[in-house]
């Protein structure tokens, strides 16, 4: 039977059968995970304004499997000393955390969303083949084969117009001698323009635009995100440091009341001093003692907890860089060039949450502009056209002297516009919301800035007065140390002073800490704080 099948005939079935063979066979998961992550970056990159930082950090990675010599398992970053830097902890927490890498994934899945919305609103192509094979016994040997193809292109143009144009393409062949042939072209095509109100693409037009503006939203959330996530990073290491130096603070006061109970002994031995002062010495000793146990616990529970932080072993043998601190101790405390105002300008032309609530305006406005235009007279603008080609075979050639044309209109009047009419209120009110929220973080920002300067004035005093403190302290124990070998001192002032040394000394850490932080924090909420690719930080000049 197959036999009888003319040559045109098996060509245009062996061509159908190639195109969807072709297309069902496709291509493999890892092509398209390929070409969805060179869209998504595409659009990340072209949406990454300069302001926002260096484009780093921010690429997601599908699993914790090896990939490349670059991805490597976070207990292999640990260097063999064990001692993490700063930067570091900053490089391991900004590959490896987990909260870090969900904020990683959600600025991808926003750019992923837009790739599908972009998809429904553009131009592009549909291609559909269809045959039938039908063996006429009842009437004799015919063996009838239809076979067509349709090629159509959709999209949206500016404006809200829409396009449509397919091409379409026919062809019988009536086998077992049958000469008889048809062979034909069917080109058509549609537009629709909006001249009043908010009809034909307008709507999906906003749509578009909407999703276009929120991947914008979303970078500008991502880069905020950062910076906050580099700051309690710094936070988080310093304070581990502060509680580190706790701990050796304590241990020191604890030896140094060992000593001094050690010479009391004697003293009281040779009758110099009273049993009593042995005693009171011990509660000291014991008082620091449990002092020192709690420091030592609280450090090393930090210590796990920043482990986490940065998605290692919770058994890893880590520890931190003291030379960090003492690096910071050697800076000491700096002003920032700032005055409140000039800090309160900087923030709201820097500050990108404050840049999404301003944008979020724009788009409350934009949508009651497209609300307001639905309340009235909706008219489009029609036309369309059909043009085939002649009988037989002549497919190619297209008759458009022959072809039907069409132009018209489509107007919806306002008898009835409830729905209209509530989304216009609805678009109201939510611009009145939009202001607001835009007006409140203008001045929650100016109070940030105000407080934050004041908290860096203070911190900067704190520390001032704490070393003044700590120097007292030494004073009045060296001062209690001659009278009592003199034989004039009394055990319970040196134990004092004893006491006031190591509340000084960490309290001068304390204070070196938190101005550094808040000094960090200042730079972030003012919105000069620029990460670079190692995961670090400077202070963008303005």
């Given at each position: 039977?197959?036999?009888?099948?003319?040559?045109?005939?098996?060509?245009?079935?062996?061509?159908?059968?190639?195109?969807?063979?072709?297309?069902?066979?496709?291509?493999?998961?890892?092509?398209?995970?390929?070409?969805?992550?060179?869209?998504?970056?595409?659009?990340?990159?072209?949406?990454?304004?300069?302001?926002?930082?260096?484009?780093?950090?921010?690429?997601?990675?599908?699993?914790?499997?090896?990939?490349?010599?670059?991805?490597?398992?976070?207990?292999?970053?640990?260097?063999?000393?064990?001692?993490?830097?700063?930067?570091?902890?900053?490089?391991?927490?900004?590959?490896?955390?987990?909260?870090?890498?969900?904020?990683?994934?959600?600025?991808?899945?926003?750019?992923?969303?837009?790739?599908?919305?972009?998809?429904?609103?553009?131009?592009?192509?549909?291609?559909?083949?269809?045959?039938?094979?039908?063996?006429?016994?009842?009437?004799g040997d015919d063996v009838t084969i239809q076979t067509s193809t349709e090629t159509s292109k959709r999209g949206l143009f500016?404006?809200?117009?829409?396009?449509?144009?397919?091409?379409?393409?026919?062809?019988?062949?009536?086998?077992?001698?049958?000469?008889?042939?048809?062979?034909?072209?069917?080109?058509?095509?549609?537009?629709?323009?909006?001249?009043?109100?908010?009809?034909?693409?307008?709507?999906?037009?906003?749509?578009?635009?909407?999703?276009?503006?929120?991947?914008?939203?979303?970078?500008?959330?991502?880069?905020?995100?950062?910076?906050?996530?580099?700051?309690?990073?710094?936070?988080?290491?310093?304070?581990?440091?502060?509680?580190?130096?706790?701990?050796?603070?304590?241990?020191?006061?604890?030896?140094?009341?060992?000593?001094?109970?050690?010479?009391?002994?004697?003293?009281?031995?040779?009758?110099?001093?009273?049993?009593?002062?042995?005693?009171?010495?011990?509660?000291?000793?014991?008082?620091?003692?449990?002092?020192?146990?709690?420091?030592?616990?609280?450090?090393?529970?930090?210590?796990?907890?920043?482990?986490?932080?940065?998605?290692?072993?919770?058994?890893?043998?880590?520890?931190?860089?003291?030379n960090e601190l003492v690096a910071l101790e050697d800076i000491g405390i700096s002003g920032v060039d700032y005055t409140t105002?000039?800090?309160?300008?900087?923030?709201?032309?820097?500050?990108?949450?404050?840049?999404?609530?301003?944008?979020?305006?724009?788009?409350?406005?934009?949508?009651?502009?497209?609300?307001?235009?639905?309340?009235?007279?909706?008219?489009?603008?029609?036309?369309?056209?059909?043009?085939?080609?002649?009988?037989?075979?002549?497919?190619?050639?297209?008759?458009?002297?022959?072809?039907?044309?069409?132009?018209?209109?489509?107007?919806?009047?306002?008898?009835?516009?409830?729905?209209?009419?509530?989304?216009?209120?609805?678009?109201?009110?939510?611009?009145?919301?939009?202001?607001?929220?835009?007006?409140?973080?203008?001045?929650?920002?100016?109070?940030?800035?105000?407080?934050?300067?004041?908290?860096?004035?203070?911190?900067?005093?704190?520390?001032?007065?704490?070393?003044?403190?700590?120097v007292l302290a030494q004073r009045r124990k060296n001062t209690q140390e001659m009278l009592l070998s003199i034989g004039q001192?009394?055990?319970?002032?040196?134990?004092?002073?004893?006491?006031?040394?190591?509340?000084?000394?960490?309290?001068?850490?304390?204070?070196?800490?938190?101005?550094?932080?808040?000094?960090?924090?200042?730079?972030?909420?003012?919105?000069?704080?620029?990460?670079?690719?190692?995961?670090?930080?400077?202070?963008?000049?303005?």
């Open positions: 039977m197959f036999g009888k099948f003319q040559p045109l005939t098996l060509l245009f079935w062996l061509l159908g059968i190639v195109v969807i063979t072709g297309f069902t066979g496709g291509c493999s998961p890892e092509q398209y995970k390929a070409d969805a992550d060179k869209e998504v970056y595409q659009i990340i990159d072209d949406k990454w304004q300069d302001e926002f930082g260096v484009k780093a950090n921010y690429i997601i990675s599908d699993s914790n499997a090896v990939t490349s010599p670059e991805d490597i398992p976070v207990e292999k970053v640990i260097p063999p000393s064990g001692i993490i830097s700063l930067s570091e902890a900053v490089a391991i927490a900004t590959k490896y955390n987990r909260t870090y890498k969900s904020r990683k994934e959600t600025l991808y899945q926003s750019a992923l969303s837009l790739t599908g919305t972009r998809y429904t609103y553009a131009l592009k192509w549909f291609g559909t083949i269809d045959g039938t094979y039908e063996d006429n016994k009842s009437g500016l404006d809200g117009v829409i396009y449509n144009a397919s091409i379409a393409v026919d062809w019988i062949r009536l086998l077992t001698g049958d000469p008889r042939t048809t062979l034909g072209t069917i080109l058509s095509g549609d537009v629709t323009i909006p001249l009043l109100g908010s009809g034909a693409g307008k709507v999906r037009q906003e749509n578009l635009t909407q999703a276009e503006r929120n991947v914008l939203y979303q970078i500008r959330t991502f880069n905020r995100y950062r910076k906050q996530f580099i700051v309690d990073i710094v936070d988080q290491y310093y304070n581990i440091l502060e509680r580190r130096a706790n701990v050796i603070n304590s241990e020191n006061s604890y030896n140094r009341l060992v000593e001094s109970k050690k010479r009391l002994a004697i003293e009281v031995e040779t009758g110099s001093k009273a049993p009593s002062d042995v005693d009171e010495t011990d509660q000291q000793v014991l008082s620091e003692e449990s002092k020192l146990v709690a420091a030592q616990q609280g450090y090393e529970g930090a210590l796990d907890q920043f482990k986490v932080t940065l998605t290692l072993p919770t058994d890893a043998e880590i520890a931190l860089d003291p105002e000039m800090a309160i300008e900087t923030a709201r032309h820097w500050r990108l949450d404050l840049a999404n609530r301003a944008d979020e305006v724009e788009d409350a406005e934009r949508r009651l502009v497209l609300a307001a235009e639905g309340l009235g007279v909706q008219l489009d603008l029609t036309g369309g056209t059909d043009v085939g080609s002649p009988a037989q075979t002549k497919f190619d050639r297209l008759q458009f002297q022959k072809g039907t044309y069409s132009l018209g209109f489509a107007a919806d009047l306002p008898f009835s516009r409830v729905a209209e009419r509530n989304a216009y209120r609805e678009a109201l009110i939510t611009l009145e919301q939009q202001v607001r929220e835009y007006e409140n973080d203008q001045d929650s920002i100016e109070l940030n800035m105000r407080a934050a300067l004041r908290d860096l004035k203070a911190k900067a005093e704190q520390y001032r007065i704490k070393q003044m403190a700590l001192g009394e055990t319970r002032l040196l134990l004092d002073a004893e006491g006031a040394i190591l509340s000084a000394q960490n309290s001068v850490t304390s204070a070196l800490v938190a101005h550094a932080v808040a000094k960090l924090g200042f730079y972030r909420d003012v919105g000069i704080l620029q990460i670079k690719p190692d995961g670090m930080w400077e202070a963008q000049e303005q």
